[in-house]
């Protein structure tokens, strides 16, 4: 059955509906940003398509009628599916325009972002999506100067002029050859002091991972040691190829070490008092993250996505 043609009329409905707020044609007017002769015609065509009164005017402003009173109990229902309507609309076109600038971390972006995006854009199709990788002291520029929108690090030092919320945590692994001279004593944790002397294959400076590591090492010996054979690469998988080829003990994350330990290829060492776990954060720039980083951090701390 098609509609009536004064259900086209919703200025109209949301104008009556500010009388009965207000209590007068002209307090509803300058709600509405038009003039009280305006509004009043406005309601008079109303009444008219409806073919009924809705309106009582007094010295002391304007009285609904019985039938004024009922229209306006039904019109609310209209009028909010109406801005519902309109809401998701817009909203439907900001997802088409929408971009999503992100910057994470190497752990992050190898191991959990991908995951997340995909939930992302099953929400948001549409979604425009750029991601950088960078060490935690990069991430942590781009955030800063508005490059991005939001920005996951390892880095055990959150900036305390950028927002920030903890998704997860990580843990570092400290792994060596199978063939390797203490991968024979992996039974038995070492000592810290057992790690001094030993080539340590660290990610570059301003990474998290060595970072993280080297407060580890300088909270379990109480000042900062020297670690005169520490060696610094670029990336894990080059840390991981120098550990396979007999370079040393490899410091990286345990998610990246985990499938060649499973495969017996490296064996995880175990160090007494050396806190290896780190919280993961979301950083951002202002008071709070965009709406859509906002989205990306309520998935990234999900049970279901921070393994």
């Known amino acids: 059955m098609p509609l009536p043609p004064w259900i086209s009329d919703l200025p109209a409905l949301d104008l009556l509906?500010?009388?009965?707020?207000?209590?007068?044609?002209?307090?509803?007017?300058?709600?509405?940003?038009?003039?009280?002769?305006?509004?009043?015609?406005?309601?008079?065509?109303l009444e008219r398509r409806l073919g009924v009164p809705l309106l009582v005017r007094t010295r002391r402003g304007s009285l609904l009628t019985p039938a004024g009173e009922t229209v306006v109990a039904w019109s609310r229902t209209v009028i909010d599916a109406a801005?519902?309507?309109?809401?998701?609309?817009?909203?439907?076109?900001?997802?088409?325009?929408?971009?999503?600038?992100?910057?994470a971390s190497l752990t992050v972006a190898e191991y959990l972002l991908p995951t997340w995006l995909l939930t992302l854009r099953r929400i948001h199709p549409e979604l425009g999506i750029s991601a950088d990788v960078a060490n935690s002291h990069g991430?942590?520029?781009?955030?800063?100067?508005?490059?991005?929108?939001?920005?996951?690090?390892?880095?055990?030092?959150?900036?305390?002029?950028?927002?920030?919320?903890?998704?997860?945590?990580?843990?570092?692994?400290?792994?060596?050859?199978?063939d390797y001279p203490l991968a024979a004593h992996a039974w038995r944790a070492l000592r810290p002091t057992d790690l001094a002397d030993q080539p340590l294959l660290l990610r570059e400076p301003g990474s998290g991972t060595r970072d993280t590591f080297l407060n580890a090492v300088e909270c379990a010996f109480g000042f900062a040691p020297s670690l005169p054979h520490a060696i610094s690469l670029g990336s894990t998988t080059t840390i991981l190829s120098t550990v396979r080829a007999g370079g040393g003990i490899g410091v990286v994350s345990s998610r990246a070490a985990a499938p060649a330990v499973a495969a017996g290829e490296l064996v995880e060492l175990r160090v007494e008092g050396l806190p290896l776990t780190r919280p993961l954060h979301a950083l951002w720039l202002g008071r709070s993250p965009t709406a859509l980083a906002t989205e990306l951090l309520a998935i990234a701390a999900a049970p279901a996505t921070r393994r």
């Open 17 to 45: 509906l500010s009388v009965a707020e207000t209590g007068s044609v002209g307090r509803a007017a300058r709600a509405h940003g038009i003039t009280q002769p305006s509004a009043s015609a406005r309601l008079a065509r």
């Open 83 to 103: 801005q519902n309507l309109a809401d998701g609309v817009l909203t439907l076109r900001a997802d088409r325009q929408a971009r999503l600038r992100i910057s």
């Open 139 to 178: 991430v942590v520029e781009a955030v800063r100067s508005g490059a991005v929108d939001v920005g996951f690090v390892e880095s055990p030092d959150i900036p305390p002029d950028l927002g920030a919320r903890l998704v997860g945590d990580d843990r570092l692994a400290l792994v060596v050859a199978a």
